[in-house]
């Protein structure tokens, strides 16, 4: 098993910045990837937002955000992070941390993820 914990969001103005921090344990050396989705409001699917492996490599983007976030982890840590840069109010959601133990590049659905954390809300006010 592998727990995850998400920390770091918060209320921001447009064009703002937030870093977001998903810390992992338990079983980390049967990850192969990482990710974040975000989820709101009476949406039943969580939105793919970015992946990476935990090996560093690969990173990959949602097109909404390609260009304004980053996706990084440091394995000796066992830390993922989603730096958000130019945050638009349309990026209000809870952010979802996630890994995975499949090796598949690029996974952008949440059924492809076997791990989730709790959740952190990020707010952006226009």
């Known amino acids: 098993q592998v727990q995850l914990v998400e920390s770091g969001g918060g209320l921001v103005q447009a064009g703002e910045s937030l870093r977001l921090s998903c810390v992992a344990s338990?079983?980390?050396?049967?990850?192969?990837?990482m990710a974040w989705f975000r989820q709101t409001p009476g949406k039943e699917e969580r939105e793919f937002v970015a992946?990476?492996?935990?090996?560093?490599?690969?990173?990959f983007y949602a097109d909404s955000v390609k260009g304004r976030f980053t996706i990084s982890r440091d394995y000796t840590k066992n830390t993922a992070w989603l730096q958000m840069n130019s945050l638009k109010p349309e990026d209000t959601a809870v952010y979802y941390c996630a890994a995975s133990y499949t090796m598949k590049l690029g996974a952008t659905s949440q059924r492809d993820y076997n791990y989730w954390g709790q959740g952190t809300q990020v707010t952006v006010s226009s």
């Open positions: 338990g079983r980390t050396f049967s990850m192969y990837s």
């Open positions: 992946t990476i492996t935990w090996s560093g490599g690969s990173p």
